[in-house]
Nanobody, 126 residues
Framework: VQLQASGGGLVQAGGFLRLSCAAS????????MGWFRQAPGKEREFVAG????????YYADSVKGRFTISRDNAKNTVYLQMNSLKPEDTAVYYC????????????????????WGQGTLVTVSS
């Protein structure tokens, strides 16, 4: 599956953005999806993940209550709604996919993802 992330940009603190990740090449339904981010000088970190049918979602503590992950399997797209953005949310955001019907926390948050998009830059100014 090929992934194309979009929606990044420059926003002031307190603002919002919605990232999209369009998948192509394979059936999207059987894939767990995740959003990760990497800030300058830092390691890549998990942000949010969702299981194949949208029934289970998990978030990093740093974004819980502000970000929402969702998916539209009919459109082969996963979204990340980011509200109340903070300067520390500044990073390149990547979407990722793994072909798995799992729903558990360990699978969605920790297990390795097989496919990665190119990343989209989010910059939050103070």
């Amino acid at each position: 599956v090929q992934l194309q992330a979009s929606g990044g940009g420059l926003v002031q603190a307190g603002g919002f953005l919605r990232l999209s990740c369009a998948a192509s090449g394979r059936t999207f339904n059987g894939y767990a999806m995740g959003w990760f981010r990497q800030a300058p000088g830092k390691e890549r970190e998990f942000v949010a993940g969702i299981n194949w049918n949208g029934g289970s979602a998990y978030y990093a503590d740093s974004v819980k209550g502000r970000f929402t992950i969702s998916r539209d399997n009919a459109k082969n797209t996963v979204y990340l709604q980011m509200n109340s953005l903070k300067p520390e949310d500044t990073a390149v955001y990547y979407c990722a996919a793994k072909q798995d019907y799992c729903s558990g926390y360990g699978c969605i948050v920790y297990d390795e993802y097989d496919h990665w998009g190119q990343g989209t830059l989010v910059t939050v100014s103070s």
